[in-house]
């Protein structure tokens, strides 16, 4: 299971409050110099885990400000981007001469990479981000007009994707890590997609795509478990049945023939791969979730107009005869060498 840890000053004696707090700061949210009144009032308390490559922390805390210097960027330079989800509180937010003021019911979005300072003008409540830049920022996005900007969690995907957020903070003690890296990821699509969208860049996320999103990477990281069924991926991404098919409605292929057609694919190239050479055609069959090997024969021929020992033969020897193809047989000789072709082209 992924887990959450939690934190707090109420551990420490109030004068120690502080400085307790300070190194959390520093430890769990990047290096980060932080400053409060001093007074042992403070108090303040984290509850933290990682969803995959995004690192997740839900923080209360008193009145206090952090920042980010040059000197600081060169001690930890993991390349995040910070985002910031406001449930209470206000909390101003600064970098690159770009200032905006956060409230609840609001987000923002900055770069680790570049100088900041956050300044919580009272007691605050948030749920903090650190997820990787690659993940969000893509190709002729202008992060300058992006960054540092208020964005709504109450309509558009900016309210998918603050509503995925906060969802991802009840459910993470309960996910595998399998499950917690697909909600990472898709935490990651959406924020990508809500940068799109006030950029004025086209785009077609809906709640449905996102699903189909997690539903397509649960599939790809667990092909090879014969456990794999509708069933047990709704189970993994606490999803209806229903919405799992809904999700697919419009592919022109069920999500069951989604999924052993993305496993055939998978036994053709091992099939053509000098590297699987020494296993056999059930082995490689049984290692892609198939669990007969007539079933396997059956469905390789109806997907790829050939049988896997010819496919396999012809892996290997473009120019061989192939065995129980005669000259009154041309066309399945042609099959054969047509879909080697697109075999080696895709590897």
Not at 100 to 117: A, R
Not at 191 to 210: D, I, V
């Amino acid at each position: 299971m992924a887990t959450l840890e939690v934190v707090s000053t109420d551990q420490v004696a109030p004068k120690e409050r502080l400085p307790y707090w300070q190194d959390l700061i520093w430890q769990l949210l990047g290096r980060l110099r932080s400053e409060a009144r001093a007074d042992g009032t403070f108090r303040g308390r984290m509850e933290y885990g990682d969803a995959g490559e995004v690192k997740l922390c839900r923080l209360s805390a008193s009145s206090h400000r952090v920042s980010r210097t040059p000197d600081l960027i060169r001690q930890d330079d993991r390349g995040y981007l910070k985002v910031v989800v406001q449930l209470e509180g206000s909390t101003w937010f600064e970098q690159s001469g770009h200032k905006t003021l956060l409230q609840p019911g609001e987000w923002s979005i900055y770069d680790t990479m570049k100088s900041y300072s956050v300044s919580n003008t009272s007691d605050i409540e948030q749920m903090v981000l650190l997820v990787p830049r690659e993940k969000v920022l893509t190709a002729g996005m202008n992060a300058d007009e992006l960054l540092v900007q208020r964005y709504s969690a109450q309509a558009g995907i900016g309210r998918l994707a603050g509503h995925l957020i906060r969802k991802a903070y009840d459910e993470l003690g309960e996910c595998s890590p399998e499950s917690a890296e697909t909600v990472g990821d898709a935490i990651a699509q959406l924020l990508r997609q809500s940068l799109m969208e006030r950029a004025g860049k086209p785009t077609s996320m809906s709640l449905r795509e996102a699903l189909r999103d997690r539903i397509r990477t649960h599939i790809q990281r667990n092909l090879r478990d014969p456990g794999l069924t509708i069933d047990q991926i709704a189970a993994a991404l606490r999803c209806s049945k229903r919405n799992l098919h809904k999700a697919f409605s419009n592919d022109g292929v069920t999500l069951s023939d989604y999924i052993w057609r993305q496993r055939l694919e998978r036994c053709r190239r091992d099939l053509a791969a000098p590297a699987c050479a020494w296993k056999s055609i059930t082995e490689i069959a049984y290692s892609w979730g198939f669990s007969s090997s007539t079933h396997f024969s059956k469905a390789f021929r109806e997907a790829f107009g050939t049988s896997p020992k010819l496919y396999r033969m012809m892996a290997g020897s473009e120019a061989a005869p192939a065995e129980g193809v005669s000259a009154a047989q041309p066309g399945a000789d042609l099959l054969a060498r047509a879909v080697l072709r697109e075999g080696v082209a895709s590897n």
